[in-house]
């Protein structure tokens, strides 16, 4: 064991000089290494990124909500001509989903609709995105509200002027959330009491951030636009009962839906039914699409990063070949010199591997920061990083320290002199 721990200490110590000796050739060489794993890990690093912050931004949510709308949320095999002449959710369907659908935990309508200006005295936020909806969309979307409520059953159903603001939009209009309280604002030309404040959302991987949006009771906007409004796109949103056969759900939606409009046997849906897990799934494998594009991007660098750690080990046997024969007159085994010239290798792809990861590290560090979005390098990232740069070395250096440890003592010290 000993032995061993001298040959690793001797081995860092012959990578270090030909650092030291030699930077611009081995910087060239372990450019391809650095490279690679700065490549891979960013690549890495990314995704987790982005799969942490799209199950933070869903995480409220339940995987099985349900969203009733008249488009789909990916590919369908109806043509989107066919699609365009499905007709909006209603209200009166939502009624009487809430009222006959079982396994119902909550269910909300809700409108999509354009942005608008919001308006307190002087000042003014302007697109702020406006989310009518009723009182259950509290209990489906998880919303978190740092100052005041959201609006209750009686508001939503009497669709009373009342307001929650997301954080940015209370403060582009107040000092503080709790300034905000009480207070009248204007849109649509009509005065709204603010209840409530959402709490901080941040970034937002779908560009919805709550931040900037605000929140009304559906049927105040029913009431001034009416429901075949273009501006309006309305949805039904569903929370299932915990446990609950999710197919057999969704057929009994379908069911009553198809019977409520009436249609016949022969006629297809004119709905669909969006549930989140689909959604996420369709994420998931988006993200695994994206490792392997990255891995195989890489893998080049690290193709080229390998060759050039095989020829500084070529470099390095052809320059110590009088050290070799010297080494091996003196009872150097031939397996002592292949695992010097191979923990070199190593030590040297490692090297390049840490440039790497530092590399990630600090770009991280300056992202998170510009952009108000956490890029995560994990540990397990930072040691698969390692891990492939001391794969890559062994592989390079096992050709160059077989040959060094075959050569002849006595024709390796004439040929060195």
Known sequence: MLLYLRLLKESFNFAMNALRNNKL????????????????????AAVDSLDQKIKGDLGDLDKNTVYLLRFPFGPSEVPSWKREQFPNVTYEEFEYLKRSLNGVDKIAFNLFTRNENIKFEERTVSSVRVTPTTNEFDGIDGIKIEQGRFFNESESNSGTGVIILGYEVSNGLFDSPEQAL????????????????????GFSTFGDSRDNAVFIPMNFIRRLYGENSTMLTPAILIKPEKGIDMEGFKGEITQKLRNFRGLKSSEIDNFFINVLSGFTDMIDEIMGQMNVVGWIISGFS???????????????????????????????????ILFQFLFEAVILSVIGGIIGLVMVWLIAMVLSKVLDFEFVL??????????????????????PAISASKLDPVEAIRSGM
């Open 302 to 336: 690290l193709l080229v990063g390998g060759f050039g750690i095989a020829n500084i080990m070529f470099v390095s046997v052809k320059e110590r070949t009088n050290l070799i024969g010297i080494q091996k007159s003196l009872g150097a085994k031939n397996k002592f």
């Open 378 to 399: 994990s540990f397990a990232n930072m040691m698969l990083g390692a891990g492939l740069a001391g794969i890559i070395g062994l592989i390079a250096g096992i050709i």
């Open 25 to 44: 050739r081995t910087f060239l060489s372990l450019l391809g290494v650095t490279i690679g794993i700065f490549s891979i890990i960013a690549v890495l």
């Open 182 to 201: 009480g207070k009248k604002v204007r849109m649509y030309g009509q005065r709204f009491t603010v209840i409530g404040v959402t709490q901080k959302q």
